[in-house]
């Protein structure tokens, strides 16, 4: 049976997926850890549309997630042709004082899970010659961002990754896509226990799925989402990088004193 699996399905972006997805008749396969959400979700799509919404409720930080996840589709008798790689958290201040912990369990989640997923799903899609992979970077993935340093890589690795990978694949008839949100109104900055980062321009949800999509559809190696956040990082080219650095850290140094 073919299936989208999207991590991160319990809130934000992945949830919106999940919804517009569900619309367009795709059997679902939701990952995150409340799984009180996911089951309220998996039922209310279920019923609503005709599809199929099953959940995995699992930590994709942990070492096996990944290897969890594919073993879970292999019971199920599930064939992924859309892996949608969207769970992820951030943090900010100063790194230097931020909880190591933390910042290193964003690695494994941002970073390593959607490394090991990817990997592991793409071997059967490449023997079916066809899949797609949608992983969300950010706009913050196009430079350094201070007082954001962990995450702003996290997504800059998630960003290249991708790219080199919708090369690798194009001839299999594989679309790799890194998604390349701006400021998006989810519940993100609470679950990082972060404030908003100010913007003068912030999206839903929606919009950055239908975005996203829409990119998907066309082949591209990766999307921006919104017109203000691609003419922002179309400007960040043209300045030297240290300026950028030298701004975004002003913005941010003063924003993160505030908390
Ligand atoms: N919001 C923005 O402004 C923005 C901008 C650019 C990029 N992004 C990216 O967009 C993606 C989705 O974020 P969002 O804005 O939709 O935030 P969100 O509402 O906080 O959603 C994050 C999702 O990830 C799941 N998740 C978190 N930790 C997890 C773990 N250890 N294991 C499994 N699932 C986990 C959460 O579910 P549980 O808590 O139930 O596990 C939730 O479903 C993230 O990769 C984020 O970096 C967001």
Known sequence: MNTTLITGASSGIGEAFARKLATQGHDLLLVARSEDKLIALCNELGR???IRAQYV????????APARMLAE????????DLLINNAGFGSMGDFAELDLELELKMIDLNV??????????????????????????STAGFQGVPFMATYAATKAFVLSFSEALWEENRSYGITVMALCPGVTET???VASRMQKPPARFSQSSEDVVETALRGLKRGKSSIISGWPNLVMIEMERIVPR?????AAGAVLRSHTKKG
């Open 73 to 80: 589709t292999v019971e199920r008798n599930l064939e992924i």
């Open 48 to 50: 609503g549309q005709n």
């Open 187 to 189: 519940g993100f900055f």
């Open 57 to 64: 409720a699992i930590d994709l930080s942990e070492r096996d």
């Open 112 to 137: 390593r899970s959607l490394v090991e997923l990817t990997h592991r799903f793409l071997s059967s899609m490449r023997e079916r010659k066809r899949g797609s992979i949608i992983n969300v970077a």
């Open 242 to 246: 240290s300026a950028v650095l030298r």
